[in-house]
């Protein structure tokens, strides 16, 4: 297939990314913890061949975080279990670098590649909740430089453990009791400024030699880090204008780093509405609107600005003066908030409605959310989307009614191209770094 094909991951909420989405009547309130309705999820979004699932994650709450946050699988346990029930969709789970060892980080995905038969993603973030340093005997969270620093070392680490055992290291030969061949064994011995690593890692070499490197960080830094190390990029941008500048720019870093840019994909998040008429989609859109009170988008907003207090601001004043509280937080998407203010001259109140419910090109029709999505990527503002919409029937009226036009259109493929995910991906299962080219000749 020559042809460039959208790529479609579909994220997984239990309860929604608002605060209200689980009182919707035909929402399943438990839905986050439930196993069963995740196993359901997933063989629909395979049925559909999407490429992969995606599991966000954090790892800090309070009383004011949203039901989702509340309550919720821990990404690896969900995935795995996941792979049981499904053949050929993509697993991807967000782990914080911050407070995770790179040696467990390198045993769990290479566990969960070898679990699924090759299936494995890891989405490769800082942690940006202040919190989550009390949870892990810290006082301070790590400042914003400082964790895109560890963040390179500990991808370093984990990816040279991954090569621990070159492919075909275990070599089990019964008649000579030889159960791997030495040589083929690898210490790696890293001595860095946050990780003192000998390894080997305990488990071989996993289908994919390396599972995919997801990013979500959209700052300097995190573009810079996203360019050079990942093979996913999961960003999100309302507009489509926004979209295909960080596209663009990101693009050109990739070739900076002397990679190929079609080797990363650039996935923004979307929410499609979709009625069988523009009213009916409109009239959802509007349920989904209503869902949301103006306490709880603050909440929303809030979370980009280190969970800071809106309430005492006047609602109906200009967007005060935050930017501050955002500083070693979630920078992009504060920026991204901060600047939807200013150049709109908006109130809080309108600031918080519009990035809590945004009014998205995804809201209409069938054909119009398809035509919607081929503007996207043939403008080269996004190679493919993660789909995200949580009540229990949105995801069956996306597969059923949006893909089949995008498959018409040749923009989706109609199957999977391969087993593993790379291979879904249309990407190469790296070399291991300590075999030497010419020895299996
Ligand atoms: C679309 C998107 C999704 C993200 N998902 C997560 C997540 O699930 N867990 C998490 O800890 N951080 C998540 N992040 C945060 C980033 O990984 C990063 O830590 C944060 O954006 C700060 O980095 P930045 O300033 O480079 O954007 C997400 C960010 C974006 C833009």
Request: net charge negative; no cysteine; hydrophobic share 40%.
């Amino acid at each position: 297939m020559t042809q460039r094909q959208l790529k479609l991951g579909f994220m997984m909420h239990g309860n929604g990314t608002g605060w209200g989405d689980w009182r919707h009547p035909r929402a399943t309130p438990g839905a986050s913890t439930d196993f069963a309705y995740y196993r359901r999820q997933a063989q629909v979004a395979e049925a559909a061949k999407f490429d992969f699932l995606f599991v966000a994650d954090s790892v800090h709450i309070t009383p004011k975080s949203s039901p989702h946050y509340l309550n919720r699988f821990e990404p690896l346990t969900i995935l795995s279990a996941l792979a049981a029930v499904t053949d050929h969709i993509g697993l991807v789970g967000t782990l914080t670098v911050s407070y995770a060892e790179p040696f467990n980080v390198a045993r769990q995905f290479a566990s969960l590649d070898h679990i699924s038969g090759g299936r494995a993603g890891w989405n490769v973030v800082t942690s940006w909740l202040d919190g989550s340093a009390r949870n892990y005997s810290r006082e301070k969270h790590y400042d914003h430089a400082t964790r895109y620093r560890l963040a390179a070392e500990h991808l370093d680490v984990v990816q040279g453990l991954w090569d621990s055992w070159e492919d075909d290291a275990l070599t089990h030969d019964k008649a000579t009791g030889r159960f791997f061949d030495p040589e083929k064994l690898h210490r790696l011995d890293h001595r860095g400024e946050f990780f003192q690593v000998e390894g080997p890692l305990n488990i071989a070499r996993s289908p994919q030699g390396q599972p995919v490197i997801f990013q979500a960080g959209a700052s300097e830094a995190g573009r810079d880090f996203a360019a050079a190390r990942s093979d996913a990029i999961f960003v999100q941008f309302d507009r489509l204008a926004e979209a295909q500048s960080y596209y663009t720019d990101l693009k050109a870093r990739v070739l900076g780093h002397g990679r190929d840019p079609e080797d990363v994909s650039v996935l923004p998040g979307a929410r499609p509405v979709i009625g069988s008429t523009e009213a009916e989609a409109e009239r959802k859109y509007q349920e989904f609107i209503a869902l949301t009170s103006i306490e709880d988008a603050l909440l929303i907003m809030a979370r980009s600005f280190n969970e800071h207090d809106f309430s005492h601001y006047d609602l109906d004043a200009p967007f005060p003066d935050v930017a501050r509280f955002a500083e070693n937080s979630n920078r992009s998407t504060s920026d991204r908030i901060i600047r939807l203010a200013k150049e709109g001259g908006l109130t809080l109140r309108q600031t918080a409605q519009r990035f809590a419910t945004p009014r998205t090109d995804f809201v209409g029709t069938p054909e119009q959310v398809a035509d919607a999505i081929e503007r996207w990527f043939l403008g080269r503002g996004a190679d493919g989307f993660v789909y995200n919409n949580s009540l229990p029937d949105e995801l069956s009226v996306f597969a059923e009614t949006v893909v089949p036009i995008l498959q018409e259109r040749g923009l989706y493929r109609r199957d999977y191209l391969g087993t593993t995910f790379r291979e879904t991906l249309g990407l190469a299962k790296p070399v291991n770094r300590y075999s030497h080219p010419l020895a299996a000749e």
